[in-house]
Nanobody, 125 residues
Framework: VQLQASGGGLVQSGGSLRLACAASGRTSSDYAVAWFRQAPGREREFVAG????????RYGGSLKGRFAISRDVAKNTVYLQMNSLKPEDTAVYYC???????????????????WGQGTKVTVSS
């Protein structure tokens, strides 16, 4: 499985971006897909995740309400819609996937086997 993340860029505070994670290779409905982010000097942080088989989602910290994860099954793509962006959202955003991942482990980077290359998001004040 290969993951290709895209959609990052420079945006002003309060703006929006939509990231995309396109998967190629053999994925199935028992896969979980998540977005993580990593700012310079900080640990990788869980942003949002979901199973491809359903619509249940989980968000890290207080991101729910500003961020939304969704999927397009036909395009084998998972999206992260980011609204009301703040300078502290600046980071490299990574998508990750794993098969048969148990729900409590959704937010743990070590649970994921496949990682995209990252897309940089910069929010200016």
């Amino acid at each position: 499985v290969q993951l290709q993340a895209s959609g990052g860029g420079l945006v002003q505070s309060g703006g929006s971006l939509r990231l995309a994670c396109a998967a190629s290779g053999r994925t199935s409905s028992d896969y979980a897909v998540a977005w993580f982010r990593q700012a310079p000097g900080r640990e990788r942080e869980f942003v949002a995740g979901m199973r491809l088989s359903g619509s249940t989602t989980r968000y890290g910290g207080s991101l729910k309400g500003r961020f939304a994860i969704s999927r397009d099954v036909a395009k084998n793509t998972v999206y992260l819609q980011m609204n009301s962006l703040k300078p502290e959202d600046t980071a490299v955003y990574y998508c990750a996937a794993a098969p048969r991942l148990i729900w409590p482990s959704l937010g743990e980077p070590s649970s994921y086997i496949y990682w995209g290359q990252g897309t940089k998001v910069t929010v200016s004040s």
